[in-house]
Structure formats: structure tokens, C-alpha cells
């Protein structure tokens, strides 16, 4: 009975652990886009109706490719790379970067739907922190000067910080919570990647060669097919938005 306890106020706590950064990273999206706007001179609502709409679309293409999990060889079973970050980082382009957090956020949701977490939901923990790490400075740096230029910085700097967090958040927080959680020694773990790899022999080299290449991997992917699908989507994503605008317009008439 003490240990069905701990384990339901350990599951609580990580549950209100992801409320809370959820809530931080929107918070911070606002803020952040709310200065960009007003140095850009732009006015209007982070959210609109059509554009929460458009949110609800890439949340569902990202939540059904983010149940599309293919396994990597030099990382255990229980990492894979999908390409959920795909329609975020558009979304992201198109509508900001508060509208890239939510979307981020609401795939995890989707995909729960169709696919219960395999991981005690650490790994979509996961998931949505090293997404968000790459969807957020690469939004905003976009979104400072909309241009090709800035989407290729945007793109790279996101994905470096995708890398290097994901990196960093693996040894201090994740594998450590995944072992609590599964009550797996954090060595038997470390075991499976020595296992594929026998550099891998604490949780340094661990990260360093499992995880780190996963998330440079996942994040040049993802740059490089928004770069081939935006221009092609980019007519019916700006029809959405100045029709937005021209609401927004007819309304304060």
C-alpha cells in the first residue's frame, strides 16, 4: 500500500512538473512575441479564431506523425526519431511562436489519443521540452525579420539548441526520472547503450553518443523538409492569415 502511495504521488508530482513547464514556455512564447510585434510595429491578437484553427490542424498532423516512431542504430529501443516537429516548426513560421508552443503542446495530447505513453510519459515529457527548445529561438528569430535568411539562422540555431539541451536534459533529468519511474537502474539503462556502442559507459557518454546525434539528426531533418514544403504551403498559409487581418479589420470598423 506505501509503495502504490509513492508511486501515485510521484506520478502527480511529474504530472504537475509538465503542467508547469508547459505553462512557462507559453508564457515566455507571449512575451516574447508581444515585443517582436511592437518593434515591428505590427498590431493585433496573438490568437484568433482562425488561427487557433490552423493550430488544431498542425496539432493533429503532428500528433498522428509523432505515433510514427522509427528506431535509430546507435541509441537503445526506447528512442526513436519522428518527424512530429515538422508541422510545429511551419506553424511556428506562419503564426508565431506562441502558436508553435501550443501546437507543440497539443500533439502530445493527439497523440496520447491514438497511442498510450510507453515511457510513464517521460518520453513525452521529452518530446515536447527538446521540441520546444528548437521550435522557440527558431520562431523568434524568424519572426524578428521575416526572411529566407533568418528562417536558415532560425532553423540552425534551433536546432543547435535542440542538440545541446536535449543533451543536457537527458543526463540531468530525464534518464534519471525515466529510471525512478520504471524502477530500472540507472546502470542497466546506461547498459543498453553499451550495447550497441561500447564507448557508452556512464551517463555522459550515454547522452553524448545516443542522444545527442538523435536530436542533431531530427532537427537538420526537420529544417530541411520546412524549407522544401513552406514556399509550396505558403499561399494558402498567408491567404489564412490576411484573411485574419482583414476580420480583424472588419470588426474594429
Not at 25 to 36: H, N, R
Not at 90 to 107: D, N, R, W, Y
Not at 182 to 197: F, H, K, R, V, W
Amino acid at each position: 500500500m506505501n509503495q502504490f502511495i509513492t508511486n501515485i504521488i510521484e506520478n502527480l508530482t511529474f504530472v504537475l512538473e509538465f503542467i508547469g513547464i508547459v505553462t512557462a514556455l507559453v508564457l515566455v512564447a507571449v512575451i516574447a512575441e508581444k515585443f517582436i510585434a511592437k518593434r515591428n510595429g505590427e498590431q493585433g491578437r496573438i490568437l484568433t479564431a482562425r488561427k487557433t484553427a490552423m493550430i488544431g490542424m498542425f496539432s493533429a498532423i503532428a500528433g498522428v506523425l509523432m505515433t510514427i516512431e522509427l528506431p535509430v542504430p546507435f541509441a537503445p529501443p526506447f528512442y526513436g526519431i519522428d518527424a512530429s516537429e515538422l508541422p510545429v516548426l511551419i506553424c511556428g513560421f506562419a503564426f508565431g511562436p506562441v502558436a508553435g508552443i501550443l501546437t507543440e503542446f497539443i500533439k502530445i495530447v493527439i497523440k496520447l489519443l491514438f497511442k498510450p505513453t510507453s515511457t510513464a510519459f517521460v518520453g513525452e515529457l521529452a518530446n515536447f521540452c527538446v521540441g520546444c527548445s528548437m521550435i522557440l529561438p527558431a520562431t523568434l528569430i524568424y519572426h524578428v525579420r521575416k526572411k529566407k535568411t533568418t528562417a536558415i539562422i532560425g532553423s540552425t540555431v534551433g536546432t543547435i539548441c535542440m542538440t545541446i539541451f536535449g543533451t543536457f536534459f537527458n543526463a540531468v533529468y530525464l534518464l534519471p526520472t525515466f529510471a525512478v519511474m520504471y524502477g530500472m537502474p540507472l546502470e542497466a539503462i546506461i547498459g543498453m547503450g553499451t550495447e550497441i556502442n561500447p564507448n557508452v559507459t556512464n551517463v555522459l557518454t550515454f547522452v553524448a553518443f545516443c542522444v545527442a546525434p538523435l536530436n542533431l539528426l531530427k532537427g537538420s531533418g526537420v529544417s530541411v523538409l520546412t524549407f522544401l514544403l513552406y514556399k509550396p504551403l505558403s499561399p494558402i498559409l498567408k491567404a489564412s492569415y490576411e484573411n485574419t487581418a482583414k476580420n480583424r479589420r472588419t470588426e474594429g470598423a
